[in-house]
């Protein structure tokens, strides 16, 4: 079992900058992607950013440019800078996991982007 914790949620004005965290414990090894997916009210989930254990990146066409992520294999985290923000980009962000056939979620943390 993976257990992962989101933080860095916020309220924040448009053009302005958030550094989200995801901390994952448990059984850690042999997880190969992590990401961040976002979920607006009324939208469905969508992938934003994520990275395999290569360093692999891939990344939403509407936050390229603008966002980053990036891992800390020594603190078992995953970050996502933001910055640039606009209002669209107000949601629920969620940490993924892919371990195997498996996948776990955090609980999410709620960006707000205000105009």
């Known amino acids: 079992q993976v257990q992962l914790v989101e933080s860095g949620g916020g309220l924040v004005q448009a053009g302005g900058s958030l550094r989200l965290s995801c901390a994952a414990s448990?059984?850690?090894?042999?997880?190969?992607?992590m990401a961040w997916y976002r979920q607006a009210p009324g939208n469905e989930r969508e992938l934003v950013a994520a990275?395999?254990?290569?360093?692999?990146?891939n990344y939403a066409d509407s936050v390229k440019g603008r966002f980053t992520i990036s891992r800390d294999n020594a603190k078992n985290t995953v970050y996502l800078q933001m910055s640039s923000l606009k209002p669209e980009d107000t949601a629920v962000y969620y940490c993924?996991?892919?371990?195997?056939?498996?996948?776990?979620w955090g609980q999410g943390t709620q960006v707000t982007v205000s105009s």
């Open positions: 990275m395999s254990i290569a360093g692999t990146t």
């Open positions: 448990g059984i850690i090894f042999r997880i190969n992607v």
């Open positions: 993924r996991a892919n371990q195997g056939s498996s996948l776990y």
